[in-house]
């Protein structure tokens, strides 16, 4: 089986430079939550290359006032991405990260079909490039709905797929997509720790994008004490990717499965 690992980076469609602006899932005078595009880079890194677009730069020109990045998305990932305008709220909200009171949950598509509709993934990952150490590492999952494709795979005629609801319980640097590769459930687009050969059918099918979504974020605002629950809705890639296997479109933020297929 050849493995993504030998690509060159993380599908993903480029964005253009003229778009400047992200959508808003969320804006009150001391915090907002965006929808960040597959493709851009949150912030400037050491693992961004030669990247020159992140998002950091759009959303301080987009707000015209100085942000905070609270948590930050893979390039590769799309969905909530969430930003504090002060310190006092940037702290606060970094105390709540901290005591695991931010609720996050993930679309994916991966190869195969897990076992249970619900399972829990405990393995411990390193912080990623020059952090050895290992952590632990917790991620529930929900298989909302099973598919497949007339792709031969392992002898048989077909390939299957599933659609996953993912809620990470600690935040590791990649953690969902090195969870489903550790249960050999690879995350469908992903070119660092995914399936080469699944990854160019879906590109065969016009998806050029990795497949995991930030759809909600949930919380309770750190200076009003309202509940907070925002969507970033999928976008085009996604859906079609949707449309391949016939699943209907997933309820934006609901708890409800579509039935599986």
């Given at each position: 089986?050849?493995?993504?690992?030998?690509?060159?980076?993380?599908?993903?469609?480029?964005?253009?430079?003229?778009?400047?602006?992200?959508?808003?899932?969320?804006?009150?005078e001391w915090?907002?939550?965006?929808?960040?595009?597959?493709?851009?880079?949150?912030?400037d890194s050491?693992?961004?290359?030669?990247?020159?677009?992140?998002?950091?730069?759009?959303?301080?020109?987009?707000?015209?006032?100085?942000?905070?990045?609270?948590?930050?998305?893979?390039?590769?990932?799309?969905?909530?991405?969430?930003?504090?305008?002060?310190?006092?709220?940037?702290?606060?909200?970094?105390?709540?990260?901290?005591?695991?009171?931010?609720?996050?949950?993930?679309?994916?598509?991966?190869?195969?079909?897990?076992?249970?509709?619900?399972?829990?993934?405990?393995?411990?990952?390193?912080?990623?490039?020059?952090?050895?150490?290992?952590?632990?590492?917790?991620?529930?999952?929900?298989?909302?709905?099973?598919?497949?494709?007339?792709?031969?795979?392992?002898?048989?005629?077909?390939?299957?797929?599933?659609?996953?609801?993912?809620?990470?319980?600690?935040?590791?640097?990649?953690?969902?997509?090195?969870?489903?590769?550790?249960?050999?459930?690879?995350?469908?687009?992903?070119?660092?720790?995914?399936?080469?050969?699944?990854?160019?059918?879906?590109?065969?099918?016009?998806?050029?994008?990795?497949?995991?979504?930030?759809?909600?974020?949930?919380?309770?605002?750190?200076?009003?004490?309202?509940?907070?629950?925002?969507?970033?809705?999928?976008?085009?890639?996604?859906?079609?990717?949707?449309?391949?296997?016939?699943?209907?479109?997933?309820?934006?933020?609901?708890?409800?499965?579509?039935?599986?297929?």
């Amino acid at each position: 089986m050849t493995h993504a690992g030998n690509e060159k980076k993380d599908a993903s469609p480029t964005v253009p430079t003229g778009a400047m602006h992200l959508p808003v899932a969320y804006l009150d005078e001391w915090i907002a939550i965006v929808d960040k595009p597959a493709g851009l880079m949150t912030h400037d890194s050491k693992l961004a290359g030669n990247e020159t677009e992140f998002a950091t730069d759009r959303l301080r020109m987009q707000f015209g006032r100085p942000i905070h990045l609270i948590h930050r998305l893979d390039r590769a990932t799309s969905g909530c991405l969430l930003l504090a305008f002060d310190r006092d709220a940037a702290a606060a909200l970094g105390t709540m990260v901290m005591d695991r009171q931010l609720r996050k949950s993930y679309l994916a598509i991966c190869r195969g079909w897990p076992e249970h509709d619900d399972f829990t993934i405990d393995h411990s990952l390193d912080g990623g490039p020059g952090k050895p150490m290992k952590k632990p590492a917790t991620t529930h999952f929900q298989r909302l709905a099973t598919g497949s494709l007339p792709i031969p795979s392992s002898g048989f005629p077909t390939s299957r797929y599933a659609l996953l609801r993912c809620e990470p319980v600690t935040g590791r640097f990649r953690q969902i997509r090195r969870h489903l590769k550790h249960a050999s459930h690879h995350l469908i687009g992903d070119t660092s720790h995914g399936d080469g050969r699944h990854n160019r059918h879906f590109r065969m099918h016009g998806i050029h994008r990795m497949l995991l979504h930030a759809l909600t974020l949930e919380f309770v605002h750190p200076i009003t004490g309202a509940p907070i629950h925002a969507i970033a809705p999928l976008d085009q890639d996604y859906q079609r990717a949707l449309t391949l296997f016939n699943w209907p479109a997933y309820p934006l933020g609901s708890s409800q499965s579509p039935p599986a297929c």
